[in-house]
Each structure stands twice: as C-alpha cells, then as structure tokens.
C-alpha cells in the first residue's frame, strides 16, 4: 500500500531525488526540488519531519534510506496530523475528566467513611449526653485522632454517670442515718 494515513503518500527515489516509485504513474522520473531533498536526506533516518508544500497542501515530509541508492519518501498532509491530533487531545481531555471524576468520587467515598460518618455519630452522641443519656454506644474504633476522640466521648459519659449516679445518691439519701 503507497498511502500513509488518508491523504498522505509513500514514494521511491534515488539518491539525486528522482522519483523512481510512485502510485501515481505521472510522478515517476520527476525530481524533487533540490533544497527538499538535501534537507531529507540529512534528515533520513532521525525520525525529523521536513515542512514543505505538496500542491496546495502543507505537508511534512519524511525520508529514510533504504540503500546508498534508495530513499523511501513518507508525505503527511498537516491537516491531517491536526485532525489526529486534535481528536486525540479530545479523548485525553475525556480520559482526564473521566479519571478526575473518579478519583474525586473515591476520595469523597473514603473521607465519608473514615471521617464523616464517625464526626456524625460522635455529634449525635454528644447530643444524647446533653439530653441526659450518659453511657450511649460509640461504635468507633479507630487509632487516629477521631479514635482518641470516641474513647474521651466514652470516659466521659461513664464519669458523668458515675457523678450523675452519686449526685442521685445524695438526694434520695440522709447522710445523718
């Protein structure tokens, strides 16, 4: 196959830049202007493109030797590479999105269980204490900060019912008998 990509083409020449193969059959026998072909063949082999113009189309070229006599001539048409590329950086934005809104949702998941929920239930705690329910259940039973926070919630309540107990003792008590 002589096409590379849609529009772009893959030719033959020799080492003054007769075109030796084309797909074209009007193509074969002429030259490549002199400057071109000088700056591909200092270039055939690197992998560098040459900018120039095929017709009216903007294109790159590309060169690589095949023999001391042979150069195999790649042509890209530069709408072409900007279509790709363009389309290219639309699913790489997409992917970004797409990994960023993910990435966001796991975040968001894990901080909710791991701190959120036990925020929560040590601020209903909280609530029950002050409703005069001392010794409410914790579930939390972290090792970090908010672990801590759970284990002085729960120390608390048993020594608010421990006081809130003596002080019943006290009203419903006579000391003197």
């Known amino acids: 196959n002589e096409r590379v990509g849609e529009r772009g083409q893959l030719f033959f020449t020799d080492n003054e830049g007769n075109i030796l193969y084309h797909h074209m059959a009007s193509e074969v026998g002429k030259q490549l ?14 992998g560098t493109t ?16 095949l023999h001391d006599l042979i150069y195999a001539v790649a042509i890209y048409p530069d709408q072409e590479l900007f279509d790709k590329h363009s ?8 992917i970004t999105f797409i990994s960023i809104l993910l990435t966001s949702t796991f975040i968001f998941s894990t901080l909710r ?3 959120i929920k036990p925020i929560q239930q040590l601020g209903h705690v909280a609530g029950e204490m002050g409703r005069g329910k001392m010794l ?16 002085t919630f729960r120390e ?9 107990e003596q002080v019943r003792y006290v009203a419903y ?5």
């Open 113 to 115: 269980m791991l701190l």
């Open 87 to 94: 389309g290219l950086g639309w699913s790489v934005a997409l």
């Open 156 to 164: 608390m309540g048993k020594s608010l019912n421990h006081y809130h």
């Open 136 to 151: 409410v259940p914790i579930n939390v039973n972290s090792t970090d900060e908010i672990g801590d926070l759970a284990k």
């Open 50 to 65: 040459v900018a120039g113009n095929h017709g009216e189309e903007e294109v790159h070229y590309q060169a690589v030797k």
């Open 33 to 46: 202007r002199g400057q071109l072909f000088d700056a591909l063949k200092t270039k055939s082999g690197s």
């Open 173 to 177: 008590h006579d000391s003197l008998t």
